[in-house]
């Protein structure tokens, strides 16, 4: 028996390859068949299943592709509604693979169709669970991803419950739980950097697992202090349920190399010009009116975030062989329709007399030095960031990224200078500003990180006083 781990930090997810005498299940798979097959070849096993644990929302999943290549069956847990042809799972159906059996559990919370895996070993132990989006380790999925007119999130928050205690809790303490995510994925609140964990010691640190916390306690703690989604979630969802463009195609149509006519043409023509250049090349020169999203940082997510039509064409400026890259984690999260990239960035851009941009750029030293009473300053960290620790020197304002960054009322358009918690951010910031018409930004190098550490810029935690309750 072999059971591998593959994990994506982008999107801090987990894909699980698992085999025995021959024979190989792919479990949560990303878009991308090629890894999967691979392995699987060079192991000389045929992959004969390919099991997800729920419609996924943060990224499209590599299922029916992979099942196409490779002859695999398809298999949901029970509510699984799908154009494409799967094997519909019932609660406690075995699956034999080599020696060993995966027993669907139907694990409805996070989503209806939601289901975890538990391995069962030739000797009939049960070593391991995959539990999806139902059991992370130090936190359970959020249960307001999938709510209609007749079951709302407190109705998930109770079945999420039930499945806890009824399915997963009553295993062993010593079987090792294994998720579909960690710390940095939306699908959950509080998920620790940890990617397994045995269910014992979950018991005792996992604030959901509670042996005293009844069912009503249960659903206030999951449900309070959700986050709207990103906008991209019940896209993706969508997506995972029908059959979409494929993986290879996708590749195919991004990799095209544009010369300078081309790429300008399809500009014109309504394509978004997407800059996946390390921010400090950005900053020092970029296409003007270009988005800056760099692949240094958690690309798909905020590509998700900030793209509001997820079939708008695309046009990439980025580092010479690091196209196949970025086309493949822009098809993990939905984005399917990328036209190619320039041949050549910014060289050849030049080389035909078209004009650059920058951003002006300032050290946090020089920050301080430069910051009085009257100075402007825009934070777009998360509001609970800001809430943490913030300046306070000057007319500061806090417009998160992810949420408000779009809604230009908040913004003044004069000289403000940005900053994030570690400059990534800040500079996405500034390339949507600067296209809508916003040019007086100053980004600030290295975020709060440098600016808590400059002695003559003060800052402030956030008070929560009972006259503020």
Partial sequence: MYVEQIFTGCLAEMAYYIESNGEAVIIDPLRETTPYIEKANSRGAKIKYVFLTHFHADFVSGHVDLAAKTGAKIVFGPNAKT???????????EFKVGDITLKLLHTPGHTMESSSYLLIDKNGKTPYIFTGDTLFIGDVGRPDLAVKSNLTQADLAGHLFDSLRNKIMTLPDNITVYPAHGAGSSCGKNMSSETFDTLGNQ???????????????????????LKTPPQYFPKNVGMNKGINKSYDEILTDGKIPLSVSEFKTLASNGALILDVRPTPTFIEEHIPNSLFIGLDGGFAPWVGALIEDINTPIILVVEEGKEEEAVTRLSRVGYDNTKGFLKGGISAWKSVGEETANVLSVSANEFADKLT???????????TEFFSEHVINGEVSNVPLDTSIGDLNDIENKEQYVHCAGGYRSVIAISILKAKGFHNLI??????????????????EWVCSSEMA
């Fill in 83 to 93: 154009t494409f042809d799967f094997h519909s799972g019932t609660d406690n159906e």
């Fill in 203 to 225: 018991k005792n640190t996992n604030y959901a697992l509670r042996a005293d916390m009844i069912k009503e306690e249960f659903i206030k703690e999951v449900t309070t202090g």
């Fill in 373 to 383: 009473e009257k100075t402007t300053v825009l934070d777009v960290r998360k509001d």
């Fill in 443 to 460: 980004n600030v190098e290295g975020g709060f990180g440098a600016i808590k550490n400059e002695e003559n810029i003060k800052t402030s």
